[in-house]
C-alpha cells in the first residue's frame, strides 16, 4: 500500500503506478541469466518511461528513488528484498575504473559497473 501511494504522489516522471512491480521483474530478469558468466548491464536506446528499462541500471535508479519516498517499516522490507538481488548484481557484474568519467551517477555503486552497447553474458 504504501509504494503505490509513493508511486502515486511522487512528481517524479520516472515514478508511476506500478513502477516498482516492473522494476523488481526487471532486475531478477536480468539477474536469473544462467552460468557464472559476467553480466553487462547495456544503455538504453532511450530514456522514455518504457525504453528505460532497457537498462537495468534505470530498474535499480528507480527501486532506490521508490526506497527514499517510503516510511520506514515499508523502506525496511523493500529493501530487504532487493539487497539479496544487489549482492548477485554485484558478484556477477565487473568493476568498472573509469565509472567516474563514462558515468552520469558515478555516485550511485551500480552504475560503476562495466556495460557493453547491448545486455550480454
Not at 24 to 43: C, E
Not at 57 to 68: N, P, T
Not at 71 to 84: D, G, T, V
Request: net charge positive; aromatic share 12%.
Amino acid at each position: 500500500m504504501a509504494i503505490h501511494r509513493a508511486e502515486r504522489l511522487s512528481g517524479d516522471y520516472y515514478l508511476f503506478p506500478g513502477v516498482t512491480a516492473r522494476a523488481l521483474r526487471r532486475y531478477q530478469a536480468f539477474l536469473q541469466h544462467p552460468g557464472r558468466r559476467p553480466l553487462y548491464p547495456q544503455d538504453a536506446r532511450c530514456s522514455c518511461r518504457g525504453c528505460s528499462f532497457d537498462d537495468v541500471r534505470h530498474a535499480r535508479d528507480v527501486l532506490e528513488e521508490v526506497l527514499l519516498k517510503l516510511p520506514f517499516r515499508s523502506r525496511a522490507e523493500l529493501k530487504h528484498r532487493i539487497a539479496s538481488m544487489d549482492v548477485i548484481y554485484l558478484y556477477r557484474t565487473l568493476p568498472d575504473p573509469f565509472a567516474d568519467r563514462r558515468q552520469w551517477r558515478a555516485d550511485l555503486w551500480w552504475r560503476r559497473r562495466l556495460t557493453t552497447g547491448g545486455e550480454a553474458m
